[in-house]
């Protein structure tokens, strides 16, 4: 009997080391693999996991990838004071935001997320809110901020957001909406898109409803406010 029970004791117990070795291995190579995109997507066009998806279910994707030189600096400013006004002073991560919205009833269903923070989710993670992903979210974009700095971060921001049913980047938005390139956006054109970002699916920089009006002029006062703390992505 003795031996009985300290055959299947031993049976379990590798079962258990095996399983733990497989985590390891598992998190070893993902680790691994995350490195290797990181230092890929530094120098490459860069998908979004929407865009993925919609490859994959034979959607159509429409994007025009363009360098960040070829995109104007009203957008980029305009993405900055609308989405992450201290984006030139954190690492990845507004820890001041962050902090404030996790002392909130509402936790993470409001805000926090940086621009580093939406690149990771949108490059690497999946749409929708949880805490799972935002606790993903928040060390991607340490990495983010550590392997590709503001400019790279900035730059691939801009070229996979959303605006629109299948389309993504601001050179397909600035062609479909003004019909011109992303580097001749005039201040009230990219506010307007940059109000847009919220709710892309819904609101047409083109013909702007009252609600993108209001958000456009928020946008532009906010750039107003940004002095050189809206320049540390623009190129040089």
């Known amino acids: 009997m003795a031996s009985v029970m300290a055959e299947r004791g031993g049976t379990g117990g590798g079962l258990l080391g095996w399983l733990i070795g497989w985590c390891f291995r598992l998190a070893f190579w993902l680790v691994l693999a995350l490195a290797l995109a990181l230092a890929l997507y530094r120098f490459v066009?860069?998908?979004?996991?929407?865009?993925l998806g919609r490859w994959l279910t034979l959607r159509p994707v429409e994007r025009d990838w363009v360098p960040l030189e070829r995109i104007s600096p009203n957008l980029i400013r305009a993405v900055i004071a609308s989405e992450d006004q201290r984006?030139?002073?954190h690492r990845g991560v507004d820890w001041i935001e962050l902090n404030a919205v996790m002392a909130d009833d509402d936790g993470p269903s409001r805000g926090a997320s940086t621009l580093t923070m939406q690149t990771a989710k949108n490059v690497f993670l999946w749409p929708g809110r949880s805490y799972l992903r935002k606790g993903l979210e928040i060390p991607l974009a340490m990495a983010l901020d550590l392997a590709w700095g503001k400019p790279r971060v900035v730059e691939v921001y801009l070229n996979v957001a959303e605006w629109g049913e299948g389309l993504f980047?601001?050179?397909a938005a600035a062609q479909r909406y003004f019909r011109k390139s992303a580097a001749r956006l005039t201040v009230a054109e990219a506010a307007r898109l940059a109000g847009a970002l919220?709710?892309?699916r819904l609101r047409n920089p083109a013909r702007p409803s009252r609600a993108l009006q209001s958000a456009a002029?928020?946008?532009q006062r906010r750039m107003g406010q940004l002095g050189p703390l809206g320049d540390c992505a623009l190129p040089g």
């Open 45 to 51: 066009p860069v998908p979004s996991t929407l865009m």
């Open 198 to 200: 919220p709710n892309p």
């Open 169 to 171: 980047g601001a050179e």
């Open 217 to 219: 002029g928020r946008v």
């Open 87 to 89: 984006f030139c002073r």
